[in-house]
């Protein structure tokens, strides 16, 4: 039986990315941490690791190491105490289960654990007091700052998922706190977001994205600020509409999809059902040699959490999320509001640099200076790091989701900033047309080496759009594709409008009619809503737009030979050339020339004249003579061969 490549490397107590790279190095094939072991490979590199590590223990080095005194802070992690005592997280927790002590890799020890723990381990251990939280956080923030210009920055998380199928539960699960029943002051509420700090230090930054909306017009203004998506799916519910939106949503982000299969404790749930569901869709589960990780979840009961933060935390591995902490901050606004009491403010997720109290910075069509901070559980911040979630007081007008933050040097920096971009986006109005749209698909992506044209298909029923989906597959070709991104059986909502904005995509619609919100949102982000109550005409509008997408070929037409026979010249240096038509026509018009000698090309252009006799002709045909000349070739001999021909584009 194959096993995945984490799962060897949480067995050995090893980050999944370093086994990767020592597994290449064994010459075994592996792409990533998701591939998959035969149970030969998965036993040799264990083997050959677990001796590495026995070699190492029993070094004079080693044996030196037994007998220092290990400084072990109350309250300390199993994974961390592992690192302490240079153990195997893994080794450490099956040793604690056998005296007793049943713990997981977070877990806290207390004092008389870790005295147990000692004693079995033979340990010389001095227990300290553990740091207040707030030390701990200044010492881990310099250790960063210390390393240079980048620092490894959190995960953020976009959760995502049909409505009632437990997101917002799940959430308030994972930050052990109550998101819809807040205490007053605190702003998860508005802003959707919450940072959550693990016991080993690890923090996961989460975005919530009711109906995707903030989630989709964030990409569609180029803001990719998610790293990972949590697809929750109800066991008891399975796959449903903004199930498959998400899903295409996170696609379109080329983000990893982690799903939180919830509700497993409810009774008569196939979570087995739901896997098929979804690998319709294009999730495969890894343990079927696929990429996605499943995690079987109950949010209101916490179960599985712990599993699936290790899920979340293991593609996080994987990924290069380094952000640079020198020069000014950016970053991007994911909701606004007004307040009665400090007016217009937005939340911000910091991309990179440290935004500090008293910074100018603009935004938008706005600008201002940063009177305050308050982070997602209240509290009151004078500076905030890559990946934080703030909520910033200070705003001249209300910033608008998705738009870009940036820090500036100083108010009359960020006015002149805010001024010429307002200007821009003036100019810019009146020039504005759609983004996609079939008659302009030539001139859009004329530039590019791969043509694709992205639609979003919506049917009144199940028969005609099944019927409509397969003919326009059929179109797709070798120099183009036709790629249906979304499709599903129902009217075109405002979801689909945002999903083509944000893929350049343009929506056809199939014996449906269109609400007049929605109409008017595609108008206002240039999305092109096509509508047909006859396939044919879809389809022939659709293969009319794809061909003339396509970069015209240029075709060379042979019209007639000719072979020279004779060469003549006159005093006054012109040379003409007698010759025998011996295929087609010669032609003059229109046509061009090229002269082979042994099948060699001498010359090519165009002929200056054609004759028969001592009168110019247009044209000489099969088995005549001719005369004839060409103003920039002399060179004629006996026995070349004259080729006419026309280039037509195709």
Do not use: W
Not at 80 to 89: D, L, M, R, T, Y
Not at 219 to 234: C, E, F, N, P, W
Not at 236 to 249: C, N
């Amino acid at each position: 039986m194959k096993r995945p490549v984490y799962e060897l490397a949480k067995e050995l107590g090893l980050p999944a990315k370093k086994l990767l790279e020592e597994i290449k190095g064994l010459g075994i094939v592996a792409k990533s941490h998701m591939s998959t072991l035969s149970k030969e490979e998965y036993e040799l590199v264990k083997n050959l690791f677990l001796e590495e590590k026995k070699k190492s223990s029993s070094s004079p080095a080693s044996k030196t190491s037994e007998k220092q005194i290990f400084k072990i802070p109350e309250g300390i992690t199993v994974g961390n105490f592992a690192e302490k005592i240079g153990s195997s997280p893994t080794e450490l927790i099956q040793k604690l289960i056998k005296i007793g002590i049943m713990a997981n890799l977070n877990q806290s020890l207390g004092k008389s654990e870790i005295e147990i723990i000692g004693k079995e381990l033979g340990l010389d251990i001095e227990i300290t007091k553990a740091e207040p939280h707030s030390e701990n956080k200044e010492k881990h923030r310099k250790r960063h700052l210390g390393k240079g210009k980048k620092i490894r920055r959190p995960p953020v998380v976009v959760v995502m998922g049909h409505v009632d199928h437990g997101k917002t539960t799940l959430l308030d699960t994972i930050s052990k706190k109550n998101i819809a029943d807040k205490e007053k002051g605190k702003i998860t509420q508005h802003i959707g977001a919450s940072t959550v700090e693990l016991e080993d230090g690890n923090k996961i930054i989460f975005l919530d994205t009711p109906g995707h909306e903030a989630f989709t017009s964030l990409r569609a203004r180029g803001s990719q600020i998610t790293d990972i998506a949590v697809l929750v799916v109800a066991a008891d519910d399975g796959v449903q509409p903004q199930t498959k939106e998400a899903i295409d949503h996170a696609k379109a982000a080329q983000i990893p999809i982690v799903v939180a299969i919830n509700k497993i404790d409810k009774k008569t749930v196939n979570p087995e059902k739901v896997k098929m569901q979804l690998q319709s869709l294009g999730l495969i589960p890894d343990e079927m040699g696929g990429t996605t990780q499943f995690v079987n979840v109950s949010a209101l009961n916490n179960l599985g959490i712990d599993k699936l933060l290790e899920a979340i935390l293991l593609e996080y591995e994987m990924l290069e999320t380094f952000a640079n902490i020198e020069g000014p901050a950016k970053g991007y606004v994911i909701e606004n509001r007004m307040d009665k009491g400090r007016g217009p403010v937005g939340t911000l997720l910091i991309e990179s640099g440290i935004l500090k109290i008293g910074n100018c910075f603009a935004s938008g069509n706005t600008f201002g200076k940063v009177r305050a901070m308050i982070d997602d559980h209240g509290r009151n911040l004078t500076e905030a790091l890559p990946s934080s979630i703030v909520e910033l007081s200070g705003f001249s007008s209300l910033p608008i989701s998705g738009d870009t933050f940036q820090v500036v040097k100083s108010e009359k920096e960020a006015r002149e900033i805010v001024s010429k971009k307002t200007n821009q986006q003036q100019n810019a109005k009146t020039k504005e047309k759609a983004v996609f749209t079939l008659e302009g698909l030539q001139e859009q992506l004329g530039k590019q080496k791969i043509v694709e044209l992205r639609c979003i298909v919506k049917s009144d029923v199940q028969g005609s759009h099944e019927a409509l989906k397969k003919v326009l597959e059929r179109l797709s070709n070798e120099e183009m594709n036709l790629n249906i991104i979304n499709q599903g059986v129902g009217s075109i909502n405002s979801s689909d409008v945002l999903l083509a904005e944000a893929s350049k995509a343009i929506i056809i619609g199939f014996n449906l009619g269109v609400q007049g919100s929605v109409q008017k949102m595609a108008i206002e982000k240039g999305v092109e809503i096509r509508l047909y109550d006859i396939i044919y005409d879809a389809i022939d509008d659709i293969k009319k737009a794809m061909e003339g997408m396509l970069s015209p070929k240029i075709e060379e037409i042979l019209i007639g030979k000719a072979e020279i026979k004779q060469v003549f010249s006159n005093s006054k240096g012109k040379v003409a050339a007698g010759a025998q038509v011996t295929e087609g026509r010669i032609v003059v018009k229109g046509a061009k020339i090229r002269i082979l000698r042994d099948s060699e090309e001498l010359y090519k252009g165009r002929l200056n004249s054609l004759r028969r006799f001592k009168d110019s002709v247009a044209e000489v045909k099969q088995g005549y003579e001719c005369g004839l000349s060409i103003a920039d070739f002399k060179d004629f001999q006996p026995g070349d061969i004259i080729e006419v021909y026309m280039l037509q584009k195709k």
